[in-house]
């Protein structure tokens, strides 16, 4: 099915509740996982302020990851490795992220609405959603789950190689990050397809 534009009305031609909004954290940074995440809603428990995870702070995030995960019918995350990423591209790893996180789900859905303009390839019928974390709630709580547990991701790298400032920058390419790279050189969990980080591997 053609993506939304963003300006169109939605026309959403599934009336049911086992609907799952599905979305994608981490397809620009250097390192570590890319993380999707599928929701599907209860519409008997409504959460206000859903709304794209970008927009908040990490703080209003946690609270919402905590509530989605309360009142949500399911709730499943999904990744694919950096080495995933690398064998893959960023495309298809992202989209094998979204498949696992539908697959986990402990309900199966019957529709789904994929962030972007893309659907990941999966069985189930569907459609994707520009800008759908803005437009559809299901689709800003899955980006606001897949968020806050890849922030935790980068927090543990943190912890583990303080030198490299994944608390601040997530794994971004920032110039702080780009000084580290240059420096102290790659982690494993660096994606080494990535141009910045393969120009520093050995020929």
């Not at 949500?72 to 893959?88: H, K, N, Q, R, Y």
């Not at 094998?96 to 609405?113: C, F, N, V």
């Not at 980068?154 to 190689?161: E, G, P, V, W």
């Not at 393969?198 to 020929?203: E, I």
Request: charge should be positive; include cysteine; proline fraction near 8%.
């Amino acid at each position: 099915m053609t993506p939304n534009s963003e300006h169109s009305p939605l026309v959403i031609p599934y009336q049911g509740w086992r609907l799952a909004g599905v979305d994608e954290v981490g397809r620009g940074p250097l390192i570590g996982t890319v993380v999707a995440c599928a929701v599907i809603l209860d519409p008997q428990r409504p959460i206000e302020g859903l709304m794209d995870s970008k927009k908040m702070t990490p703080k209003r995030r946690e609270k919402l990851d905590l509530l989605i995960r309360e009142r949500a019918l399911a709730v499943s995350l999904g990744e694919a490795t950096s080495g995933e990423i690398d064998a893959l591209n960023i495309h298809h790893a992202t989209h094998l992220a979204m498949r696992r996180a539908i697959d986990g789900l402990s309900i199966t859905p019957e529709y789904l609405l994929v962030d972007g303009n893309r659907l990941p390839g999966h069985r189930l019928p569907g459609q994707a959603v520009v800008k759908g974390d803005g437009r559809v709630a299901a689709i800003a709580a899955a980006s606001i789950v897949a968020k806050v547990a890849r922030d935790a991701q980068m927090l543990s790298l943190d912890a583990r190689h303080p030198e490299y400032g994944f608390a601040a920058h997530k794994g971004y390419p920032t110039r702080a990050h780009l000084d580290a790279l240059a420096r102290l050189g790659p982690l494993p969990e660096h994606r080494r397809s990535f141009r910045p980080v393969r120009a520093l591997l050995p020929d």
